[in-house]
């Protein structure tokens, strides 16, 4: 599968951003598209995912209430609504995919910038 991460951009404290994730080729069988950020000088951390199937979904604790991840299986695209931005969420955000539970997540699309300013 390829990943097609769109969506950044540079926002106010407060403000709001969505985040697309275009996913093509072998998409049929996904079981879950996650959303992850690396910000400078920090690790990458996990944001929120999606089933594929089912649609259910997880949060990072520092997104919950703020964010909300949500899917097109017709477009074969996964959305991150971010509301009540704050500079801490500046970071590039990658969004990933894998076909099992048990596996990590193994398809990386190429991130997209998000930038909070204060």
């Known amino acids: 599968v390829q990943l097609q991460a769109s969506g950044g951009g540079l926002v106010q404290t407060g403000g709001s951003l969505r985040l697309s994730c275009a996913a093509s080729?072998?998409?049929?069988?996904?079981?879950?598209m996650g959303w992850f950020r690396q910000a400078p000088g920090k690790e990458r951390e996990f944001v929120a995912s999606i089933r594929w199937s089912g649609g259910s979904t997880a949060y990072a604790d520092s997104v919950k209430g703020r964010f909300t991840i949500s899917r097109d299986n017709a477009k074969n695209t996964v959305h991150l609504q971010m509301n009540s931005l704050k500079p801490e969420d500046t970071a590039v955000y990658y969004c990933a995919a894998k076909y099992h539970a048990s596996s990590s997540y193994g398809y990386w699309g190429q991130g997209t910038l998000v930038t909070v300013s204060s």
């Open positions: 080729g072998r998409t049929l069988s996904m079981y879950v």
